[in-house]
């Protein structure tokens, strides 16, 4: 990537702000009237020229104004943009919603989706914590019949998954306290994913009762803890309101994509943790997603990972706002 001296920044991010602020292609003469950079009208557009050349704007057929690339938007997201651009109205509102009542921690991701969505506007999707990864903190039997039982297990993020599993023989009170003990000894501490084969071997030679109660306990448990991640979604009907979305081919890339709720996972399980990633345009390995930008970031709560938020927009996306309110978010959910 060429270096560009201060000035070409300067302009370069003028036009990125002035292209996302009206959707309209960028002349010379509204980033010298709007942008105060005490430059004449032919000097930004000798630099605009020169950016054209070296491809971090381009011209569109339609107007003589210029609109950024690709290339243009990732200079901006890695060194230009202002990541404090969040008002006290916005901070307020953000505080407001983070101290609402939480009975889970599947309920903060989604309240952190919505507060992120209504403010900026934008789709936003977000998934838990990779279940097997979690630790188990409890296991709890409750009998519900005598061949019924509701097994409820709780992870150390907060995480709650339940399940019913049914037998093909009695069990009582007594066994069901026996299994609570022998499970909660065996696995507490440990990942989800320790509920496996050897798992269902160790509690059988630790038992007295038979491989018909064991077996289909651990089958159930091991079927719970790898479900389908569940994929929150929020103002998908705000995204259709962007000038973007007028061409048919982007909206329906667009319906296509949050329909398929395998791809949208994909996208929010890339990345590093604690980072936020920028994905703008063909940067993005899905043909589909090429008209748009994906912004995620890994959600902590008391330094516990409970997921990941991703919001969805075209490449014409205020990255600012978008990245400065995921900030305020992640901090306000890690306590700081």
Known sequence: MQNLDNRKKKILQAIVEEYINTAEPVSSGSIAKKYGLDLSSATIRNEMADLEKVGYIE???????RVPSAKGYRLYVDELLN????SLAEIKYIQSKLIEKVNEIEDLTKIATSTISEITHYTTVAIGPKAQMQAIEEIKFVLLGTRMLMA??????????ETMIKFDQDINEDQVETLNI????????KPLEAIDKPLEQYIFSHMNYSLGVIKPIVNQLNK???????????????SFDLPEFKSLEVAKNFI?????KEIVADLLNTGFANDINVYIG?????EKLKDFSIVTFKHKYKNKDIGTIGIIGPTRMNY???ISVMKYISKKLNGE
């Open 59 to 65: 011209k569109q057929h339609t107007s003589s104004g």
């Open 224 to 238: 719970t803890v790898n479900e389908e991640e569940k994929v929150y979604l929020e103002g998908a009907n705000k």
């Open 320 to 322: 600012s706002k978008v």
């Open 256 to 260: 296509n994509l949050i329909d398929q």
């Open 83 to 86: 990541d404090h651009n969040i």
């Open 282 to 286: 063909n940067e993005n390995e899905n």
């Open 152 to 161: 409820v297990i709780l992870t150390d993020t907060g995480l709650i998954k």
């Open 182 to 189: 022998i499970f909660n000894n065996k696995l507490k501490g």
